[in-house]
């Protein structure tokens, strides 16, 4: 069983900045793409960041230039540092994973998804 469990949400001013860590475990084989989505109440999940394996990344154009997506791969971490924080960053975070197990040599790809942690940032 894998596990993805996030932490360092919480509450901020406008201006200010956090930083998001997601780590992977469980019956891992290895970690392909991980990223970032954030929800409001009403509307859709939407894709903040991602990264792949190799370091390649992307932004959504409403946090180029503010977020920054990084990983860990011998800690199966995945982090996110958001600066200049605006209130509509204000959102449930989520980390997801593309994550390859292997459970007495049979392999098995799926993605996986964390429980989500909340971003609060006040104007």
């Known amino acids: 069983q894998v596990q993805l469990v996030e932490s360092g949400g919480g509450l901020v001013q406008a201006g200010g900045s956090l930083r998001l860590s997601c780590a992977a475990s469980g019956n891992i084989f290895r970690v392909n793409t991980m990223g970032w989505s954030r929800q409001t109440p009403g509307k859709q999940r939407e894709l903040v960041a991602s990264i792949t394996r190799g370091g390649n990344t992307n932004y959504a154009d409403s946090v180029k230039g503010r977020f920054t997506i990084s990983r860990d791969n011998a800690k199966n971490t995945v982090y996110l540092e958001m600066n200049s924080l605006k209130p509509e960053d204000t959102a449930v975070y989520y980390c997801?994973?593309?994550?390859?197990?292997?459970?007495?040599?049979?392999?098995?790809?799926?993605?996986?998804w964390g429980q989500g942690t909340q971003v609060t940032v006040s104007s």
């Open positions: 997801n994973a593309d994550i390859i197990t292997n459970q007495v040599m049979k392999f098995d790809r799926k993605d996986y």
